[in-house]
């Protein structure tokens, strides 16, 4: 399985983006699959994931802002993210899991990670 994240970029704080998550080797819906995050100095953050059913979850720091969606025909995650902060600035990573109907909040639940995608906020 291989996973690359794309669509960081420079925004100011309000301001909207999408980040994508191209999975090959298997389905997107084969499995759950998750963002996280990490910015300087801190420990990655869990984001938001998706179980194979669609059954969807989000860290309390993103809840209402960030919306998790897929495309089966493309084979792509996105991450929806509105409203942004200051403080959403960090790398975001996307991962694919082996969990069929459920999904885990932790970085040891997910065996396949994708590169990274810098998204920063300006106040």
């Known amino acids: 399985v291989h996973v690359v994240d794309s669509g960081g970029g420079l925004v100011r704080a309000g301001d909207s983006l999408t980040l994508s998550c191209v999975v090959s080797?298997?389905?997107?819906?084969?499995?759950?699959m998750a963002w996280f995050r990490q910015a300087p100095g801190k420990e990655s953050e869990f984001v938001a994931a998706?179980?194979?059913?669609?059954?969807?979850g989000y860290g309390d720091s993103v809840k209402g802002r960030f919306t998790l969606s897929r495309d089966s025909s493309k084979n792509t995650l996105y991450l929806q993210m509105i409203n942004l902060k200051p403080e959403d600035t960090a790398v975001y990573r996307c991962a694919a899991g082996d969990q069929l109907n459920t999904y885990s909040r932790y970085v040891s639940g997910y065996g396949n990670w994708g590169p990274g995608t810098q998204v920063t906020v300006s106040s």
């Open positions: 998706i179980t194979r059913r669609g059954g969807t």
């Open positions: 080797g298997r389905a997107v819906s084969g499995g759950a």
